[in-house]
Nanobody, 127 residues
Framework: QVQLVESGGGLVQAGGSLRLSCAASGRTFSTDTMGWFRQAPGKEREFVAS???????????EFADSVKGRSTIARDSAKNTVYLQMNSLKVEDTAVYYCAARKYGLGGVRADEYDHWGQGTQVTVSS
């Protein structure tokens, strides 16, 4: 059974940092496009970042304009885990963050392009 489990969310002050984790299980995700989305109360789910590796080389990464320059993605292939590092957090980053996987294709900024989803982790940024 394919499963994605996010963790690392929490309450942080504006200007702080968080590292979100997405642990994948059920099959290998080494060649998947892995994506991060977020959904704030009353808003639609929106794209945050996506990435894809070939072996140990990250050859694709895309970030939403809203987080570009203050976010990075890393992977621990041994743990089948992808990390989203977010720095200089803003109040408007407050949302539930979801990890997603897409087995075929490259990238993707629409939620319907992804096959599997995690349950989400809450990130709250206080002023």
């Amino acid at each position: 059974q394919v499963q994605l489990v996010e963790s690392g969310g929490g309450l942080v002050q504006a200007g702080g940092s968080l590292r979100l984790s997405c642990a994948a299980s059920g099959r290998t995700f080494s060649t998947d496009t892995m994506g991060w989305f977020r959904q704030a109360p009353g808003k639609e789910r929106e794209f945050v970042a996506s990435t894809k590796w070939s072996g140990d080389r990250q050859y694709y990464a895309e970030f939403a304009d809203s987080v570009k320059g203050r976010s990075t993605i890393a992977r621990d292939s041994a743990k089948n885990t992808v990390y989203l590092q977010m720095n200089s957090l803003k109040v408007e980053d407050t949302a539930v963050y979801y990890c997603a996987a897409r087995k075929y294709g490259l990238g993707g900024v629409r939620a319907d392009e992804y096959d599997h989803w995690g349950q989400g982790t809450q990130v709250t940024v206080s002023s």
